[in-house]
């Protein structure tokens, strides 16, 4: 089969596009022919080395965490899918992953894929929408009536966030640049603040300050002093540090997303029910996948990235 993998960390030039053994699932295991994965800024830390602490991967390693496809063989023990299942996953961070015609996944963390987008569409949904939903519920406590500070929501967990904000009855205020202004305006942000024209300011304070940027620990300070005496500060960027107030019983949170089969299909009935909106800003075949790591490297990458080895 084909797959992208690096035999070494680097420039997104490591990246090849190759024939390798296809895959046999193990015990709990099933294999995926892969209808779609989809690129994220996680992807191209593993690949250049920077996160090789928290997720060490065994060379030669091929990305992509997230997968919707359909089911090709099945592993010993497993009863929750059967071939022929249309699913998306979450998969491991250090596992081989999605880049590639078929994928190894455990059996226990698919959901059904939704059935009302293309099933290719579908692999932009995992990762980023659990972790939109797990931010704002499981952390933050987010519930109807409260106002909610999205910083960075042009980007794909932000799409997420803010229709999920808004579905659970909150007052959405979002920042964004102005090419991604319209789109979250679109996903029902009530407010929305150009955060590179003016200073990022509200008219009262915040229950929860979600920040989804990659932003200076000085600049998520002072958005977290946006947040009112109680409320909670929820940081997705794992490079800067997580302000809490004591003094103002204002907590803090550092996100990390876990794979949770149950929200995911949680998740994909709302895409199928109409109340969450996958939004794909671009499909690429698997071979161009270098190229779109090198885009992300360069800050040019708008929105959520799809890679299809159909077109391959």
């Excluded at 994965?37 to 991967?57: E, H």
């Excluded at 794979?259 to 709302?270: G, M, R, Y």
């Excluded at 161009?288 to 360069?298: D, F, G, I, Y």
Aim: hydrophobic residues 50%; negative net charge.
């Amino acid at each position: 089969m084909k797959a992208v993998r690096f035999h070494e960390y680097g420039d997104p030039d490591v990246l090849r596009y190759e024939d390798v053994e296809q895959p046999v699932p193990g015990a709990g295991q099933v294999r995926l022919r892969v209808a779609g994965s989809a690129f994220n800024p996680v992807d191209d830390g593993i690949r250049g080395g920077y996160l090789q602490g928290p997720f060490p991967v065994t060379l030669p390693h091929t990305p992509g965490i997230e997968v919707s496809g359909t089911v090709d063989a099945l592993g010993d023990g497993v009863t929750n899918v059967v071939v022929g299942d249309n699913v998306i996953g979450f998969l491991s961070m250090v596992a081989d992953g999605a880049a590639a015609e078929y994928v190894i996944a455990p059996a226990e963390i698919l959901a059904p894929a939704p059935t009302s987008i293309p099933l290719p569409y579908a692999a932009a949904l995992p990762m980023v929408g659990l972790t939109a939903w797990q931010a704002l519920f499981d952390d933050a406590g987010l519930t109807a009536g409260q106002r909610v500070l999205i910083n960075g929501a042009g980007g794909a967990v932000g799409g997420y966030a803010v229709q999920l904000a808004k579905r659970a009855g909150a007052h959405v205020i979002a920042t964004a640049s102005p090419r991604s202004s319209e789109r979250v305006f679109f996903a029902g942000a009530d407010e929305v603040i150009d955060h590179t024209t003016s200073k990022v300011t509200v008219a009262e304070p915040v229950d929860v300050l979600l920040n989804l940027a990659r932003i200076t620990p000085e600049e998520l300070v002072a958005l977290a002093a946006l947040v009112r005496p109680g409320g909670v500060v929820v940081n997705t960027v794992p490079t800067i540090p997580t302000p809490a107030d004591d003094d103002r019983d204002v907590r803090a949170v550092g996100v990390f997303v876990r794979s949770d089969a149950e929200q995911l299909a949680h998740l994909a009935e709302l895409v199928d029910r109409g109340e969450l909106c996958v939004d794909v800003a671009e499909r690429v075949a698997l071979a161009e996948l270098p190229a779109v790591h090198a885009k992300a490297a360069t800050g040019a990458l708008a929105g959520k990235v799809v890679v299809l080895p159909a077109l391959a």
